[in-house]
């Protein structure tokens, strides 16, 4: 028995003398864990490259350094919460292999973070809360998502010109039914400026290269006149109901109208002053000739 207690009593003075060390080594084990679980925990979350670890992505890598994206890292867009980490960590243990989980962080999730970077975008044509058009009208007031209207080819979100028909069935284009695909909705509509309706008149030009840029009307947008939904042209009415409302009062146009006349009998689409010239081969066709300039008296 007494030779026990002096066992016992020198491995107690043994524990006395290397606690010291013990608590020592559990400190830095825990500072050194620490460190490295926080450099690891930032590397997954930072680090590009930590996503082609797992992932037989060497394509989708390449596309995503030659896109507009890559200086943004692909932790910003694609995640995994506590779970999800779990869950890949332990089947990744257990089977080697964690392509039979479903990477949910892959496919919808960076649609609902495009809105963090892309704010200013997303808020153009914002007018009031009751009354926007473009991607303030779409997102804030439809609260229609990305996806919805952006294709997704990789790293690539193009505008879907298809998806318009989703909810526009009903607008035809240039007059002509929707589904004879004339003319795309985007070839009109611009999303990513600030004008009117979304419609920039240098869209119009470009097809009707023959519209004259200077002149009567020429600082008007195209679609005050012509209505592309409906019938791409417009009528003589059309001048009097939107605009010219007491022009048949000025100088001779009551006289003329009263005789039946119409506004686009005398004045020609995208020059309408009647000039002399014009008026030498027009006004004969009823009556002898009369200098225009004397019309509006």
Not at 175 to 196: D, I, M, Q, R
Not at 259 to 288: E, F, N
Request: charged residues 25%; positive net charge; glycine residues 6%.
């Amino acid at each position: 028995m007494h030779k026990r207690k002096k066992l016992v009593d020198l491995i107690i003075d043994c524990l006395e003398e290397i606690k010291g060390f013990i608590l020592a080594a559990v400190v830095i084990i825990a500072v050194l864990g620490a460190v490295v679980g926080y450099r690891y925990y930032r590397y997954t979350q930072d680090e590009p490259h930590y996503c082609s670890s797992c992932h037989l992505m060497k394509e989708a890598f390449v596309e995503w350094e030659k896109g507009k994206h890559r200086d943004i890292v692909c932790q910003t867009c694609h995640y995994l919460n506590i779970l999800e980490q779990n869950q890949l960590l332990i089947t990744y243990v257990v089977k080697g292999d964690n392509k039979q989980i479903s990477q949910t962080h892959g496919r919808e999730k960076p649609w609902k973070e495009c809105k963090k970077c892309h704010i200013d975008e997303a808020s153009q044509g914002s007018l009031t809360l009751r009354k926007s058009y473009g991607h303030a009208k779409h997102v804030f007031m439809e609260r229609i998502g990305c996806d919805k209207c952006h294709t997704r080819n990789m790293h690539n979100f193009k505008p879907n010109e298809d998806a318009c028909e989703t909810c526009h069935s009903d607008k035809g284009v240039h007059g002509v039914a929707f589904c004879l695909k004339v003319v795309s909705c985007l070839k009109c509509h611009s999303f990513s400026e600030n004008t009117p309706a979304m419609i920039p008149k240098g869209r119009c030009i470009k097809c009707h290269s023959n519209v004259p840029s200077k002149g009567s009307m020429s600082s008007l947008l195209c679609h005050q006149c012509h209505k592309p939904h409906g019938k791409a042209g417009y009528t003589s009415d059309t001048c009097i109901s939107e605009c010219h409302r007491n022009e048949a009062t000025v100088g001779q146009h009551d006289l003329h109208m009263g005789k039946g006349l119409k506004c686009l009998d005398c004045h020609k689409p995208h020059s309408w002053v009647v000039g002399q010239q014009m008026a030498k081969t027009l006004c004969i066709r009823c009556h002898s000739f009369k200098d225009p300039r004397l019309f509006i008296y």
